[in-house]
């Protein structure tokens, strides 16, 4: 299949800078809470923003948590598959770096 492309570090700041201000929990997110309360906040933000830009936050939430809090990690990695799944995100376009 090949190895996923690097996504631009343009467009990695660019979503980066969307969840420091909060654009998921302003939609009720939070990963503590249950599995239902998180997709009815991830319906919300997906309403708002697009899958597209909700799976990649996402995905950065797993990168960002993958060493420190693992259990974390992988609850965004559910959510990330989950909001794929329902929403027909395209999953092997980009892959994101630490830079």
């Not at 799944?85 to 630490?98: A, H, I, L, P």
Request: avoid cysteine; aromatic fraction near 8%; glycine fraction near 8%.
């Amino acid at each position: 299949m090949g190895k996923p492309k690097k996504m631009p570090v343009a467009v990695q700041k660019k979503i980066r800078a969307g969840l420091q201000r909060g654009e998921l929990t302003k939609h009720g997110y939070s990963m503590s809470d249950s599995q239902d309360s998180r997709r009815r906040a991830l319906r919300k933000a997906v309403a708002e923003d697009g899958a597209a830009t909700v799976y990649r936050r996402l995905l950065l939430l797993r990168l960002w948590n993958k060493k420190r809090n693992p259990k974390l990690a992988s609850i965004a990695d559910f959510d990330a598959l989950w909001v794929a799944r329902t929403y027909g995100v395209q999953t092997d376009g980009f892959r994101f770096t630490k830079g």
